[in-house]
């Protein structure tokens, strides 16, 4: 209905109760007139003289006569008037808000209930509106919580949900259960060389491509990145879940087809079953993310069913970090000292600081034991900090109890987190100010691939680093991916060359080569040399013949605590021959 037939209609409503209510007031002015009609009926009767008499038989049945027809009136009105307000109802109900019309055309008492119908209306029909939408709400929210934006796919909290259910109902029927972990392999480069778009894309296609693979009772579920999980309810025997990997594993290696381009992945697999006794689901989950990553390390593509032994390294290595949370305010750290010489003349121009940690039950570990993990945790930072201020002021120890003018200088190693952390220029120009020592006695060594990273803010906090005065240097130069016009720009001081080339100097005509390459660049670019792993008089000989500037290793001293420092230092210095001043160990000494 239009809002002109409605406003018509409304009006003729409003009309017709305003007609009745005049009609029922016309009525009701009737009953005075008749009480009057009955208290004057004496005087009159006596005036009419015999007349009157008949008076007496009409006035009764008078009286019902009117009374009667004043009763079916008032009833007619109020019918009436009923009838109007229903129907003007019913219009109103029945009529949308969009329908009324905005401004009402009259401006009597009829105009005023239409603005005011108008307003209900409208209330009504958004709150009805609301209400209708609110199953729908419900079912968005309930999506948003519990399914996977991208793909559609249960998300990990829907699927831990149900395999808590599923691991209920196994043990009271005794049956058994397996999850899958899957995470793609190489997806960062799909990412990298194509575009997030394309990765969203080939997502979404790989949760259609292992759905259709899999039973209806069984569930998949996206639990991040491109990680995915499987549910196998069911499960009759171990070789279920490796026939499902299996075909998992197949599906994906057809190539994908997106945007006129063929795409193709692998995928790693990890297969935790359930076993005897109650588990918890985040449990099962974990083993089976435990054997994903052993399927990884063996080559990726492939699969790896969860047992017992590989949960020891992820505890052991969950008890390492917790202990090296709480290893420097305990000081359980120290730093071991390697002499740097001057293979020109013997003697020690600096020490190396290297960090070792005195674990209370594992003895001292190296730096391969734990600097990954400091690095993973973040500790490296605070650790970092530690060993710089600690290394500075045990320079300026030896510096003031030598009786020596001969300059030394100590190194100390920075890692790329380090290196990228706010605030280093500042840590570094503190030291220098507390330990006093000259700025030029301190140089960091960095590796090629710290350096390589995020080159233009690497180049920034470098240069601010030379403006307090202290040096640089690249360390194991030769095994990353620097570039020699990004060394040219960096203000570094010396080069590094790593153990591994210095290993087959004297042999090896190629290492030999390496070496003499890096040598000439780095005189052409007037830098220093310095050649790590030193073992033998040969490679010693040999490194002087192509004009390495500095050594150190093994063949001249092992690093050694801090307080044997002193008595190397004051030691006679090494000849144009020089000989090993510790015994060298079995083994390869381990990096740092």
């Known amino acids: 209905m239009s809002a002109e037939e409605l406003n018509r209609e409304l009006a003729f409503a409003g009309q017709r109760v305003k007609q009745k209510v005049i009609l029922a007031l016309t009525l009701g002015s009737i009953i005075p007139l008749l009480l009057l009609t009955y208290a004057f009926q004496t005087p009159v009767r006596e005036w009419l003289g015999p007349i009157g008499d008949l008076t007496d038989t009409l006035t009764v049945p008078a009286l019902l006569l009117f009374t009667g027809l004043l009763m079916a009136g008032g009833g007619f009105v109020v019918w009436d008037i009923a009838t109007a307000i229903s129907r003007a109802a019913h219009l109103a109900t029945t009529a949308k808000a969009s329908d009324m019309p905005a401004v009402p055309t009259r401006k009597d008492e009829i105009g005023s209930l239409m603005s005011s119908v108008a307003r209900m209306l409208a209330t009504i029909e958004q709150q009805t509106e609301e209400i209708n939408q609110f199953p729908r709400r419900l079912d968005q929210l309930a999506r948003q919580a519990f399914r996977d934006p991208l793909t559609g796919l249960p998300n990990r909290t829907l699927f831990v949900d149900r395999l808590a259910h599923a691991l209920t109902r196994n043990e009271r029927r005794g049956e058994r259960l397996a999850v899958l972990f899957l995470d793609l392999d190489r997806f960062k480069v799909v990412n990298d060389s194509l575009g997030h778009g394309v990765g969203d894309q080939l997502l979404v296609a790989v949760g259609h491509r292992l759905s259709g693979c899999l039973r209806p ?172 201020g600690e290394a500075c002021r045990q320079l300026g120890e030896w510096l003031a109890a030598s009786a020596s003018s001969a300059p030394l200088g100590i190194s100390v190693n920075l890692s790329a987190r380090q290196l990228q952390q706010p605030g280093l220029e500042e840590d570094v120009a503190r030291v220098l ?121 093994y063949y001249f001293a092992k690093p050694i605590p801090g307080e044997r420092i002193p008595a190397l230092l004051a030691a006679s210095p090494w000849g144009p021959r020089l000989a090993p001043a510790l015994p060298l160990t079995n083994g390869s000494p381990a990096a740092h």
């Not at 690095?375 to 605070?382: N, R």
């Not at 920034?460 to 307090?468: I, P, W, Y």
């Not at 030769?478 to 210095?502: A, E, H, N, Q, W």
């Open 217 to 388: 009772e069984d569930t998949i579920a996206r639990l991040g990145g491109d990680e995915f999980a499987v549910l196998l309810e069911d499960v009759k025997d171990a070789d279920g879940p490796v026939a499902v990997a299996e075909r998992l594993s197949g599906q994906l290696q057809r190539p994908f087809l997106l945007e006129s381009r063929e795409v193709f992945i692998t995928v790693s697999i990890g297969i935790a079953p359930t076993t005897s006794g109650r588990t918890a689901p985040e449990d099962i989950l974990r083993d089976a993310d435990l054997a994903m990553y052993h399927a990884k390390a063996k080559g990726k593509a492939r699969y790896e069913v969860f047992d017992t032994s590989m949960n020891a390294p992820a505890q052991e290595r969950m008890g390492l970090e917790l202990d090296l949370r709480h290893a420097i305010s305990r000081g359980d750290f120290t730093l071991h000292y390697q002499p740097v010489v001057a293979l020109d003349s013997g003697r020690i121009i600096e020490v190396e600081a290297l960090v070792r940690w005195n674990h209370p039950q594992r003895g001292l570990l190296l730096p391969a034991d734990f600097i990954a993990l400091t690095e993973e945790t973040g500790l490296i930072v605070p650790l970092g900090r530690w060993i710089l």
């Open 433 to 553: 100010r507390e330990t006093g020592i000259d700025p030029g006695a301190l140089k960091l060594e960095i590796t090629e691939t710290a350096v390589m990273h995020d080159a233009a803010s690497t180049l920034e906090k470098l240069d601010a680093l030379t403006k307090l005065g202290v040096r640089l240097a690249i360390d194991d130069f030769g095994t990353g991916y620097s570039s020699l016009g990004y060394l040219k720009r960096f203000p570094v001081d010396t080069l590094k060359i790593d153990r591994s080339f210095v290993k087959g100097v004297g042999r090896d005509p190629e290492d030999a080569a390496i070496v003499l390459a890096v040598i000439t660049v780095a005189r052409s670019l007037g830098l220093s040399v310095t050649a790590e792993g030193i073992e033998t008089e040969e490679q010693l000989e040999r490194l002087r013949t192509l004009g390495c500037d500095r050594g150190q290793g």
